[in-house]
């Protein structure tokens, strides 16, 4: 069973503050994705990255970055929070593209709900 | 950009009826993916189909796929309360993004 995990289920912060949203995969998989989710916007992508060292900028990606130093690990990091960045936070983790027939899936963790005050 | 637009945005409807959510999507895709959320958790995978797939099964779920109108519906069968959740579609695009649509409410109730 794939396994991604997420440092924490919930976490408050206060504005200003510097954030890290852990996330680690246990399946070797090369790509990994944060999403945020809001009521009424759905699940909008911020960063993802297909390999050790490398990132790529989503939909939304202002106020975020991103660092992946182990194939296994991709943390989303907060720089000085804000009452807007006050979502639910997903993290994705899939195989590399065009190695399943088109069957290509992610698995996502279970998230951190994040509050900021 | 949100590229899924799922309809409707709630549904209500009682257990044991079936309940029918649609999905449209404007680009290309290499596959379509289906997902259920329970209140305040994770995305849980229910279904793929591939872009030359027209229709899939599983369980209780059948999902169709028309890539000449770019939609796709998801049909779950006999539903349970149990089955109360937001699912959403997400399509898999050539670059390999996966884009959500904002999803649709289930309530079945018992």
């Known amino acids: 069973d794939v396994k991604v995990t997420q440092s924490s289920r919930y976490l408050v912060k206060r504005t200003g503050e510097k954030v890290f949203l852990e996330c680690v995969q246990d399946m070797d998989h090369e790509n990994m994705f944060w999403y945020r989710q809001d009521p009424g916007l759905g699940l909008r992508l911020i960063y993802f990255?297909?390999?050790?060292?490398?990132?790529e900028k989503g939909d939304i990606p202002e106020g975020y970055s991103v660092s992946r130093e182990k194939k296994e690990r991709f943390s989303l990091i907060l720089e000085s929070a804000s009452t807007n960045q006050t979502s639910m936070y997903l993290c994705?983790?899939?195989?590399?593209?065009?190695?399943?027939?088109?069957?290509?899936?992610?698995?996502f963790g279970p998230g951190t709900r994040l509050l900021v005050l | 950009s949100q590229q899924g637009e799922e309809d409707p945005q709630a549904l209500s409807i009682q257990e044991g009826e079936n309940a029918t959510m649609n999905c449209s999507y404007k680009?290309?895709?290499?596959?379509l993916q289906w997902y259920r959320q329970n209140s305040g958790r994770g995305l849980v995978h229910l279904i793929l189909?591939?872009?030359?797939?027209r229709e899939k099964h599983s369980g209780r779920l059948r999902v169709t796929l028309d890539t000449s109108k770019k939609s796709s519906s998801l049909l779950i069968t006999a539903s349970r309360a149990a089955d109360t959740a937001s699912y959403f579609c997400?399509?898999?695009?050539?670059?390999?993004?996966?884009?959500f649509g904002q999803g649709t409410e289930l309530s079945v109730k018992p």
């Open positions: 680009t290309s895709i290499n596959n």
């Open positions: 990255s297909y390999d050790v060292k490398m990132k």
């Open positions: 997400a399509t898999l695009g050539q670059e390999g993004k996966l884009i």
């Open positions: 994705a983790s899939s195989p590399i593209f065009g190695t399943s027939g088109g069957g290509e899936t992610q698995y």
């Open positions: 189909i591939r872009s030359n797939e």
